[in-house]
């Protein structure tokens, strides 16, 4: 079935509520890096429920629609479908133990081009029982060979540079060979991830590491050296996913401060692979050291 971008463009998703337990939280942040060295105290309260903190990135995977990609109506190929940009705004911290619901919507279908894929941008505002507003996510899908269509173009963005020195944070934050198989229990059960076959059939040489997973390593590694452990000091945090990740890779998190925002990328280490860029935590006024 052919790519059906009226459908996808006027889709509709019903709220999603979720209630995030402790347990929840702790599997997150042990998913993302965070309590590598048990005895690291810092880190302990993100996996730990006494005195327990949640790790903002915790956010962009809390009451999200699932894959849609793989609805059948939609016409898309959901295994070949790539991350393509990620971003969480929030509002207020992110409540334990309490129901949350989200309101997902399509904002933007573009067309690449013949042979060069759409992109489908995706907006979730979270908010508590009361219909508080806690959090926004916005991501982007890739779909590739989807394009050609005929479709609107997106429109070029804000051009994104590093400053001109050398990074003013390193951190280099390691990944296991199971690392996935731990993230996808976060609900992303997207097979690619998983199964080797499946992941051949795509292009790929193994099971690779869920893009999220990638930008929750980003985000624990910019909290323990931006933030120095302090969650309440992130107020945005937004990415592009330039290439995917392995399990076993080492994820570096290079950081240059610029006043209330931090700009970082990331590479696969051993690899010598970019696989982060256009990354920019925001932080709140006066949070700059």
């Keep these: ?23 929840d939280c702790q599997l997150y942040a042990l998913s993302v890096g965070f309590g590598r060295d048990p005895t690291d105290r810092r880190d302990l309260p993100f996996v730990y429920e ?44 992110i409540p334990v133990g309490q129901p949350l619901t989200g309101h997902s919507r399509i904002v933007n279908v573009w067309d690449k081009g013949a042979g060069k894929g759409a992109l489908v941008e995706l907006e979730c505002q979270v ?28 429109p070029k963005g804000r051009p994104w540079t590093l400053p001109d020195r050398k990074a003013d944070m390193v951190c280099d934050i390691p990944t296991s060979g199971q690392q996935a198989l731990l993230y996808r229990l976060n609900g992303d059960l997207n097979p690619v991830h998983a199964d080797p076959d499946i992941a051949s059939a795509v292009g790929f040489p193994q099971p690779v590491l869920h893009g999220l997973c ?30 995917p990740a392995f399990p076993g890779d080492t994820i570096r998190t290079s950081i240059w401060r610029e006043g209330s925002r931090a700009l970082f990328t990331c590479t696969a280490l051993e690899r010598g692979v970019q696989i982060i860029t256009n990354g920019t935590m925001e932080l709140h006024e006066g949070a700059s050291t």
């Design 214 to 243: 990638s930008y929750g390593i980003a985000g624990c590694a910019l909290l323990k050296t931006v933030c120095e452990h302090d969650e309440a000091r992130v107020r945005g945090l937004s990415v592009r996913f330039f290439a």
């Design 127 to 154: 908010s508590d029982a009361n219909g508080i507003p806690l959090w926004t996510v916005n991501r982007t899908a890739y779909l590739r060979g989807e394009g050609g269509y005929g479709g609107a173009v997106q």
């Design 50 to 93: 006494k005195h327990l903190r949640v790790a903002p990135t915790m956010a962009a995977v809390l009451c999200t629609p699932g894959h849609w990609v793989a609805d059948p109506k939609l016409g898309i190929d959901a295994d070949s479908v790539l991350h393509g940009e990620q971003s969480v705004r929030l509002h207020r911290a």
């Design 1 to 23: 079935m052919a790519f059906n971008h009226d459908v996808v463009a006027n889709l509709v998703f019903p709220p999603v509520t979720q209630t995030p337990s402790a347990r």
